[in-house]
């Protein structure tokens, strides 16, 4: 930050709680829907009205009437097929609340999901009853931090078109967070449809103890140790099929299915890209007593792609792989069985696999307002495509932004396509309603990078950058939104220790900001959060984001809650730790930063780093600065007096403290570690921090 300039000493990267990798993705269509028109998700919402409101009179639309295809079709158990809540109400929701009373209700409905609803507490999933559609309206119904349980006996259920997703609790292989996308304890006849499910604690989706008449299709399965596990059973009496999924970024279980009396898998994208950190163990696995059929399937770059126990059958027919090693196997003594006697299914070529697949798994995004004559309206969001190789309508993120209009009164959707686009970037004051949005299937996938410090000369000769003007992106408007992908600082600090290092990642300066899905990484001052002018308020909410930095690097004016999200402390330029999380310059009459449901933690030494310190700027003895630390995991990083003085000012004398923490970086309530106390901490909560502002994509 401008007024200070750090003494303490550091480091390079701090390492990922665990290794991902990137890979492209955008939205379509499967197929054997497009000629009926099935897919126009979040289309006709017109019909729902307000949250939890029902539409019974209304016809529904197309997609709430479809049907499951594959071993869901099937009439079995005194079910016909999988149809999920047609014959019941469509209702609308937007909160947790009414997600739940209507998911776990006796009768059927059609739920339909707009909004991002936030699991309370992380990792709860709800218990879906039978006679169920749960459907996302467009690319806005997503769940965060848990998912969906169905228990034995539940039938009929269709979940389609949501993001599922952020229940990870910073463990890679988390033994201690059974928290999955969605679950299912002997259920039958369940569609899983359309999905981007990813970056659980456990897996993303789970089959066990005998659930059958199972189709997942058309989803993408990422970010994930464990993609999907079937079986836990000794019986061999779960038929299931599997089509047309992408899974990538994953370990294991692509799936991995025991003892499936038939197992159907056909055109699935199972890829590893080479170079990447993680690396599968395995993809296809016929375990137990599975006998498997594996048709025109696309492997590329997987460790042991196909593999199968003596005591399983597995029959490949079609299947393609490239750069692949290790085991791929078939054979066995099982009866051979043939998919079609049991429903109809069309291949497609397994060349055109991962182009399909890529263009076609994942939520689909809403294409406007289908009237009643057939025709389509324009949406109320305006978009504006970026792509560097020339295939959006811009070629750098900037460059959209200066095609919104300003003043604009509705929301404009910068969507950015996977790649690496250097360059900065400003959203001005007036243009608010602006999002920013990666479209790739993780947030490493798209990435906004560049390399600014205070301390450099600009390029025109007029003076140095100073810690604002330093960061790569910078948004200063009201009701703007950063999403799903990456904001870095790759200013080089080693090369450079003769200038003022201070280099931001991503600066705000406006009212009701959200930052959704997003990686900040930098070193010192990588997030700073401020306000348009000292007497306004600037609220900024971050959630399911990972914020990265050595010194300082939460910092500002702001009123900010950082929600269900990763903070990792990084080692100095020369390799030593020591540093700080925060630096608040809050005004005496507002909130500062709060840091709820988080985790702290990093590849840096024991005791090293504070929670905080006390910015005056300029010795400005007005400020009173604020952080909250509640409900959150602290490493062993963390000092046992988290607390520091800065520039004069005793920190004691401003609003520092603690509530609830765990892990080995917590401590008990002292002089030197302040915790709040019940009382107190009712009044430190998210509400107070946001005020009468409830985030919303819209």
Do not use: C
Not at 2 to 10: E, L, M, P, Q, Y
Not at 523 to 552: F, H
Not at 635 to 645: M, Q, R, V
Request: aromatic share 8%; charged share 20%.
């Amino acid at each position: 930050m401008s007024a200070h300039r750090s003494t303490g000493t550091g480091t390079g990267a701090g390492k990922p709680r665990h290794r991902r990798r990137r890979t492209a993705l955008a939205a379509g269509i499967p197929l054997a829907l497009t000629a009926a028109g099935t897919l126009a998700y979040g289309t006709d919402l017109g019909l729902f009205g307000e949250d939890a409101q029902s539409s019974a009179s209304a016809a529904a639309p197309a997609w709430a009437t479809a049907s499951a295809d594959g071993f869901a079709s099937v009439n079995a158990l005194g079910q016909n097929g999988t149809y999920g809540g047609r014959d019941g109400k469509t209702v609308t929701v937007k909160t947790l609340a009414d997600l739940e009373k209507y998911a776990t209700a006796s009768e059927p409905y059609v739920i339909v999901v707009a909004a991002t609803i936030n699991m309370d507490p992380v990792g709860k999933e709800i218990k879906v009853q039978s006679n169920k559609t749960i459907i996302g309206s467009g690319t806005s119904g997503q769940i965060v931090g848990g998912g969906f349980f169905l228990g034995q006996g539940v039938h009929n259920v269709i979940i389609r078109n949501l993001t599922i997703r952020d229940a990870y609790q910073g463990v890679w292989n988390d033994k201690e967070h059974d928290y999955d996308g969605i679950q299912m304890d002997g259920a039958h006849h369940v569609w899983i449809d359309h999905n981007d499910i990813r970056h659980m604690a456990d897996g993303l989706i789970d089959s066990r103890k005998d659930t059958t008449y199972l189709t997942v299709s058309w989803n993408k399965l990422s970010q994930e140790n464990k993609a999907f596990g079937i079986g836990w059973t000794d019986n061999v009496t779960a038929d299931i099929t599997i089509h047309h999924n992408w899974i990538r970024e994953t370990e294991q279980r692509n799936p991995s299915t025991d003892n499936v009396a038939h197992a159907h898998l056909y055109n699935n994208f199972m890829e590893d890209v080479a170079g990447t950190e993680i690396k599968s163990s395995y993809g296809n696995y016929s375990r137990g007593k599975t006998n498997m059929v594996l048709e025109n399937s696309y492997f590329q770059g997987l460790t042991n792609p196909v593999v199968r126990d003596t005591t399983a059958t597995l029959v490949q027919r079609g299947n393609v792989f490239s750069g692949t090693t290790g085991k791929n196997e078939s054979g066995g003594s099982g009866a051979a069985w043939d998919p079609k006697k049991y429903y109809s299914y069309t291949l497609d070529k397994t060349a055109d696999v991962p182009s399909l697949l890529k263009s076609g798994t994942g939520p689909r995004s809403s294409l406007g307002t289908t009237s009643s004559t057939g025709t389509t309206t324009s949406a109320a969001a305006t978009t504006l495509t970026v792509a560097a190789d020339g295939t959006g309508q811009y070629r750098t993120v900037q460059a959209a932004v200066n095609a919104v209009p300003a003043n604009n009164t509705s929301r404009v959707v910068i969507s950015v396509k996977p790649g690496t686009y250097r360059e900065v970037v400003k959203v001005p004051a007036n243009k608010p309603h602006v999002t920013i949005q990666g479209t790739g299937g993780s947030r490493k996938d798209t990435t906004i990078v560049y390399g600014n410090a205070a301390g450099m000369t600009k390029p025109d000769g007029s003076g140095t950058y100073g810690t604002p003007g330093s960061a790569t992106v910078s948004v200063l408007s009201d009701d703007s939104q950063v999403r799903n992908l990456t904001v870095t600082n790759d200013f080089d600090e080693s090369k450079h220790q003769d200038i003022a290092n201070q280099a931001v990642a991503l600066l705000t300066q406006a009212d009701r900001i959200w930052l959704d899905g997003v990686i900040v990484n930098g070193d010192q001052d990588t997030l700073e959060m401020e306000t348009a002018a000292k007497d306004k308020l600037g609220r900024v909410y971050i959630s399911n984001s990972y914020i990265t930095g050595n010194v300082d690097f939460i910092f500002g004016r702001a009123t900010a809650v950082i929600d269900r999200s990763v903070i990792t402390l990084k080692k100095r330029w020369n390799g030593t730790s020591a540093g700080y999380v925060t630096a608040p310059s809050t005004p005496a009459d507002r909130k500062g930063i709060l840091i709820n449901r988080s985790t702290v933690n990093g590849d840096v030494s024991s005791a090293s780093f504070f929670l905080g310190r006390n910015w005056h700027p300029g010795g400005d003895t007005a400020v009173d600065p604020q952080t909250t630390v509640r409900d959150s995991s602290l490493s062993a990083a963390i000092k046992s007096t988290p607390w520091s003085d800065m520039g004069g000012f005793s920190w004691k004398d401003d609003r520092f403290a603690e509530y609830k923490n765990t892990g080995a970086g917590s401590g008990a309530a002292s002089s030197n570690r302040p915790q709040l106390t019940d009382a107190q901490a009712t009044g430190q909560e998210v509400a107070d921090w946001l005020g009468d502002w409830t985030p919303s994509a819209s």
